[in-house]
């Protein structure tokens, strides 16, 4: 049974920074791309950072760019977000995916919602202003 677990969310002031984990169990790593999306408040889910299999080729979502740094170590089947100079708008529910396809497939094309892939719970991330 595959398993995808969050941590790492809170509530944390405008300016400030939080580290995401998601770590997979029943699937081996680094045959997927990874990936981290996030949904706010009557908004549709959102694609933030994905990355391959090997972690040489990522994708952030503009308003990340600069700010969030996506990485993972297959070795723990984990893949991090650094978050920096989070935002008011940053708050959301933060989700990893796991999808058996190239990086670009997991974020711009299948995403969430679509039965596909593997997904977590998820963790809720709140920055006040």
């Known amino acids: 049974q595959v398993q995808l677990v969050e941590s790492g969310g809170g509530l944390v002031q405008a300016g400030e920074s939080l580290t995401l984990s998601c770590t997979a169990s029943?699937?081996?790593?680094?045959?997927?791309?990874l990936g981290w999306f996030r949904q706010a408040p009557g908004k549709e889910h959102e694609a933030i950072s994905c990355?391959?299999?090997?972690?040489?080729?990522?994708w952030y979502e503009d308003s990340v760019k600069g700010r969030f740094t996506i990485s993972r170590d297959n070795a723990k089947n984990t893949v991090y977000l650094q978050m920096n100079d989070l935002k008011p708008d940053d708050t959301a529910m933060y989700y990893c995916?796991?999808?058996?396809?190239?990086?670009?497939?997991?974020?711009?094309?299948?995403?969430?919602?679509?039965?596909?892939?593997?997904w977590g719970q998820g963790t809720q991330v709140t920055v006040s202003s």
């Open positions: 995916g796991a999808l058996e396809a190239d990086l670009m497939t997991l974020c711009t094309v299948v995403g969430m919602g679509r039965g596909l892939g593997y």
């Open positions: 029943g699937l081996s790593a680094d045959d997927y791309a």
């Open positions: 990355i391959d299999w090997n972690g040489r080729r990522t």
